[in-house]
């Protein structure tokens, strides 16, 4: 898809990582999203969309991630862990952030169509939404723009 834009802000390693694996997934024809998973700044857990290469509607890169560190920690509590993600996470995905615990979701850029978080349903302000994270959201709203600009602008 390209290279990487400059920020004239240093991105914080586990983003450049996600925004690296949501390129990856661009090149392999999937829609370019991806996230990890750290804790104590470590990442433990990392994926990018593969819903077309797994034919797998669940298999996105927020969900790869989250259960490869549940899979790394050998539990489904992801308490104390950071999840970073180069778009706001659909309801799905929400959801199971919610359920691992996450303590806080950091995201590269809104998403107005399908966003769950601070866009359409926002889950997390939902009564029977029994866990919060802390939600950190526009880190790098111009790489993450225009990465999925030019994905779809090259598929019609």
Known sequence: ????????????????????????????????????????????????????????????????????AATHLGDFRLSGCDLWVTLEPCAMCAGAISHARIARLYYAVADPKGGAIE????????????????VYGDLAAAEASTLLKAFFLARR
């Open 1 to 68: 898809m390209g290279e990487a834009m400059s920020s004239p802000f240093p991105l914080p390693d586990p983003m450049r990582r996600a925004l690296d694996l949501a390129y990856a997934a661009a090149g392999a024809g999937e829609v370019p999203i991806g996230a990890v998973v750290t804790l104590d700044g470590r990442i433990i857990g990392e994926g990018e969309n593969r819903n077309r290469r797994d034919n797998d509607p669940t298999a996105h890169a927020e969900m790869v991630a989250i259960r490869a």
């Open 119 to 134: 866009q359409g349903p926002r889950l997390f302000t939902q009564p029977q939404c029994l866990h919060r994270p802390e």
